[in-house]
């Protein structure tokens, strides 16, 4: 299993702090450093929301080898050319280091608190096609022309991405994984049990064959938490933690946890959930980690992972 770091800058976190912890999982060898794409979050007090496609560019300068990863921007919040432009300008400063995740937005909130229109569900699911459909066409060696529903294009995307790949995600049983089998490098869904994730892989794998792709050539992963302990004791503490500051019991909060997937406890425990997670094609873990100032926490938690 590769492992890679997920934040949620919406939610608090500088720049400054995204940076420390993209050299952080370089460091620890970690294959990716992702983040979030929102604008805004309900949380009271309000907190500051770094822009995802700025910050990534200033990472691509200040990191290696690191992959830099959005998870993933909205087709409500830009333009697919401006989606294209921006990637391809982040790939040039990366030296091809871009994962580009595209999704089709889900937080009404802050498209009303900044004027963005929020289209029904379904207009969103079309215009997320389009946009892949064009990305992916203009990422290729021809000339870029796209005529929807939505977008008509004609436009060259250059410097031309080395690089990028694209990931799309979501834990939909139908649309995502055929979109993803049929465009995507990635297949990303949300941490769920094996046997939740095993049917929709499948559905993105006939796809991609569909397709004429290669589907074992596209990469399966998960992003979500984990609850680890170095041991049994140290476990049982971070559990403990947890679950008080949800008004919970350790065991009713480790029960739910389980139930929703959620790798838990020490080594040994973290190894057979993750071997359960590869047995249905996943090889990559998005490790999400919420509180940036808790490094102590997050490399107890990687070292706990990794053995």
Known sequence: MDYALMTEPQIGGTYEQLLELARWAEAAGMVAFARSDHLYSSREPRP????????????????DRIR?????????????AIIAKAAATIDQMSEGRLDLGIGTGWMELEHEAFG???????????????????VRSAFGDDHARFDGRHYHLDAEVRPRPSGTRIVVGGSGPRRTPTLAGRFADEYNHFLAP????????ATMRRAAEEAGRDPEGICVSVMGPVVAGTDEADYAERLARRAASRDLSPAEYEERLVAAGVPVGPPDRLAEA???LEAVGVSKLYLQWVDLDDREGLEATYRALTG
């Open 68 to 80: 830099l990863c959005v998870l993933v921007t909205p087709i409500t919040f830009r333009h697919p």
């Open 116 to 134: 963005l229109t929020f289209p029904p569900e379904r207009e969103r699911f079309e215009r997320l096609e389009e946009a892949i459909r064009y």
């Open 274 to 276: 993750v071997g359960g």
């Open 194 to 201: 094996p046997e939740t994730i095993a049917p929709k892989v």
């Open 48 to 63: 500051d929301a770094t822009e995802a496609f700025t910050t990534l560019a200033g990472l691509a300068r200040e990191t």
